[in-house]
Structure formats: C-alpha cells, structure tokens
C-alpha cells in the first residue's frame, strides 16, 4: 500500500468527526469507437485454456452479452465456435456486434435535470441506473436518447459526450450542442482542465485527512471484464481525496480525478483498503443501498467559448442522503 498511496498531511490516526474539504467526482476520457464495427482481436498466449465466452466478454462487457455474441457467430480464425470453445493463444478472433434492431423500441428516457445551459454546452444531473451511450447490450435507451435533438457533435452514437460516468454514478456531467463545442470541451477533457469532484461512501477508516493514491491500473490479468492494479495493460492514474466526516465503520470522502479510467475511483479506493459502499464489484454490498455510493458532486472548468469561469453542483440524491443520516 505504501508504494500506491502518499498522504498530503501528517498521519493524525483517525481524522475529526468532521473535517473541512473542497474537492470532490468518476469518469472516463476512452475514445469514441464505432460500435457498428467488427472487433479483430489476437489471442494472447496467456489467453490460452480460456473459453470463448470468457475471452469475449471482456471486449463486450458481460457474461451475457458475449453469450449472445457467441450464438451470433463469433469466428475463431475463420470459423464459427461454440461458447465452451477451449482458446490456445494466437488465434484472430472476429467479433460482430449485437444486432441493435432486435432490441426493443420504446420512448426515450426522460430527459435528466439541466443544471446550467447556454447555445453552446450543457451540464446535466444524470440520474442513476442510466447508460451514457450506445454499447454492447444497451442498444437504447441511453442518456444520447433522452437528449436527443439537443445535444451535438462527436460520434453520431455518442452526440454531445465528452466525458461519461458509470450507470450506477449519478451527477453532473457537461455535454456539447455544436460540433465546435465538443471539439473544444474535448480539449478541456484532454488538457485535464475540466475539474471532477466526487462524494464517496466507503467502508473504514482512513489513515490521514487528505491522500494521494497514484497507481496504475487497467484490465485484470485473470478476470478481464474487471479493472484492477494487476494488469497486462498499465495507464497512468491519479486519484486525491479529503475526509469530509467519518463514522465508527464509514468514511465519506470528496474524490478528485487528475485522471479519468474506467472505474477509476472504484478500484483506486478498494486498493487502499477503503471500498466503495455498495459496489457489487470493487466495493462491498450494503442492505441499505441497490448502487455504489458515488456521486460527482462539482464540475468546474472555463467556458470554452465565453472564458467565464463555471464551478457547478448537484446536491446528493435523496437515496444517499438518507442512507447518509442513517448512520
């Protein structure tokens, strides 16, 4: 842990009851791929003995969704394959995307809560159980959906997105309603200059006020759907955090992104002895709660366009905020 994780101030034992903060947000800046393409991949060798299911569910999300794949007609070295293929290492491995015309049409999602808008951008509030855009096994009824006809620019499957947070993480985020505009909210994201602060819920105690953690991190060597510090595939990341208040088994922190991974905040904490409170995959599960208790709090970045200064914020959802006065 020493070698992941720094403190910003002395190591005080277990920190006040309650503690002044000002940070806190999780998201992930990956490219924008067609999701009409066919994946190409090469098995590794340490793939070898892998079932095919297995191996494809981490380039398609699920279990499920590589199950479907699968009986779609996954082609291993040309040929098509039954799930409990048994993998060597090396083959070319061609997997076709899930078929969006069998998903069911129905009417968008509402449109989430607009928090502050001008012709150029917005910030929304996304709620949880959400998908931000179209992917393997969410073919609609995303949040590209429930904005449709007023955002822009980008990938047409992904119009407006710059950045994302996990469907379960609710929030704010800033989206484009030009072409310009998210070339140039795209350079906030890229340039690091789009300030994401999160609340976090975890479980235990933390050893200093404020942290640093500083590791890399990427798809797990054994369980390839999973984002973890044991990785074939490292990319730099950073997360910082202050105590805002602790109880006898909790804590809750304000997270700051330098960098945003897939999962960042989730992984970064769990490595550290301090998971996520209702995160099913790198947190621990509590009867109080049906999602992680992770909430991007405050967006703040310069206006792209106006060079006005916007530092926003999303009050906790009534859900978490109760679970918090519950403690």
Known sequence: MSEIFSTDDEDTGEPDEELDGDDLLVDEDVPADDPSASIVVIAPDDAAGWRLDRFVAEYVGSRGAAERAVAAGVLVNGKQR?????????????????????????????????????????????????????????????????????????????????H??????????????????????????????????????????????????????????????????DTGTPRDAVTH???????????????????????????????????????????VRDAGLDRQFLHSARLGFTHPFTGERLELEAPLPEPLQAHLDAL
């Open 82 to 162: 039954q799930k409990s293929h048994k993998l060597e290492g090396g083959e070319e491995i061609e997997i076709s995307p899930e078929d969006e015309t069998a998903a069911p049409i129905g009417p968008p999602p509402p449109r989430p809560r607009i928090v502050w808008e001008d012709e150029h951008l917005a910030v929304i509030d996304k709620p949880p159980g959400l998908v931000v855009h179209p992917g393997a096994g969410h073919a609609r009824g995303t949040l590209v959906d429930a904005l449709a006809g007023y955002v822009a620019g980008g990938d047409p499957e992904r119009l407006g997105i710059v």
């Open 164 to 229: 994302r947070l996990d469907r379960d993480t609710t929030g704010l985020m800033v989206v484009a309603r030009s072409e310009e505009a998210h070339q140039r909210l795209s350079a906030l994201v890229r340039g690091r200059e789009l300030e994401r602060i999160y609340l976090a819920l975890v479980r235990g105690t933390p050893r200093s006020r404020r942290g640093t953690i500083e590791a890399p991190i990427g798809r797990d060597r054994d369980e390839p759907t999973r984002i973890s510090l």
């Open 241 to 283: 955090f202050t105590v805002i208040r602790t109880w006898p088994e909790h804590a809750l922190l304000e997270v700051r992104l330098e960098t945003g991974r897939t999962h960042q905040i989730r992984v970064h904490l769990g490595a550290i002895d301090l998971p996520v409170v209702g995160d099913p995959v790198y947190g």
